[in-house]
């Protein structure tokens, strides 16, 4: 019976040590976890309204709503992990290993994500530069076509026949862009051959009267007529207009088509190639 009840006394004893224990700890570890979960609150509010203002600021400045919603995604995700990492070192933890860790992890996850990571810097590059724009039309790398979406990461085409091309921004990053869209007014290039027995006052006469029937091109900058090569067998009338660059295409076909009516209404020969066969 004895030895029962020194039992119980020891048992009592290791409990109210625990309890002790464990009082002294929460007395402690207490005041560092309201203060760990004030640093979320406090840390995680000012994320939302840092990012928001930054958001703001880039809006007003008319910057791109592609590189205003990567700023505000990047700094209210900064502003969160620097405040978790806060929180977990008032908490007691060892903060040093933590950034240590942290750092190695985001140096592998750099390298894995290398050219992930350069499409969207060069996207943030184009967005505000603005070297082009939705609805543009550009020639890059080799291929052309409208400006649909510029993404942080990729940049879309929409080709003359329909077809979507999606060309990665570092790729035109370090390519150059031809924009036939950027300015006000373009100018349309042509070439005539007639033949040699042509009368050239009268075939520009001609050029000119075509020319002057159609609304879309400029007076100022004046058409440009004048003779160029001298071919094998024809000789060769070098059209230079201007237009809006809306409508380069309209003045484009209307000038092919109606240049080839006028000429076969004057009776302006326009020369083709032909084999002449001789039997021995």
């Not at 008319?62 to 700094?75: D, L, W």
Request: charged share 20%; aromatic share 8%.
């Amino acid at each position: 019976m004895e030895e029962m009840t020194e039992e119980i006394t020891q048992m009592g004893d290791k409990a109210e040590k625990f309890i002790d224990a464990a009082i002294d700890w929460m007395k402690d570890f207490l005041p560092n976890l309201v203060g760990a979960i004030l640093i979320l609150i406090i840390g995680m509010w000012l994320a939302g309204v840092l990012s928001k203002i930054t958001a703001k600021t880039l809006e007003k400045a008319k910057i791109g709503k592609e590189v205003v919603t990567f700023a505000h995604s990047f700094v209210k995700n900064t502003i969160k992990i620097l405040v978790i990492v806060a929180a977990i070192g008032t908490l007691g933890f060892n903060i040093a290993s933590l950034i240590t860790a942290l750092g190695a992890a985001t140096v592998a996850i750099g390298l894995a994500l290398q050219d992930s990571l350069k499409n969207i810097a060069s996207g943030v590059m184009i967005l505000s530069h603005k070297p082009f724009k939705v609805g543009d039309f550009l020639e890059t790398n080799g291929l052309q076509g409208t400006v649909t979406r510029i993404d942080i990461s990729s940049t879309h085409l929409l080709t003359l026949d329909n077809k979507e091309i999606i060309i990665p921004n570092s790729n035109i990053a370090v390519s150059n862009i031809v924009n036939f869209s950027s300015q006000e007014k373009r100018r349309v290039d042509l070439i005539y051959n007639v033949s040699y027995g042509s009368d050239i006052d009268f075939v520009k006469d001609v050029i000119k009267d075509v020319i002057a029937n159609q609304k879309l091109i400029f007076e100022d900058p004046e058409p440009f007529i004048a003779v160029g090569e001298h071919r094998d067998s024809s000789i060769e009338m070098v059209v230079r207009v201007w237009c809006k660059t809306a409508n380069y295409w309209s003045v484009y076909h209307y000038m092919q088509e109606n240049i080839k009516k006028a000429f076969d209404k004057n009776k302006i020969e326009i020369p083709f190639t032909q084999i002449d066969v001789h039997n021995s």
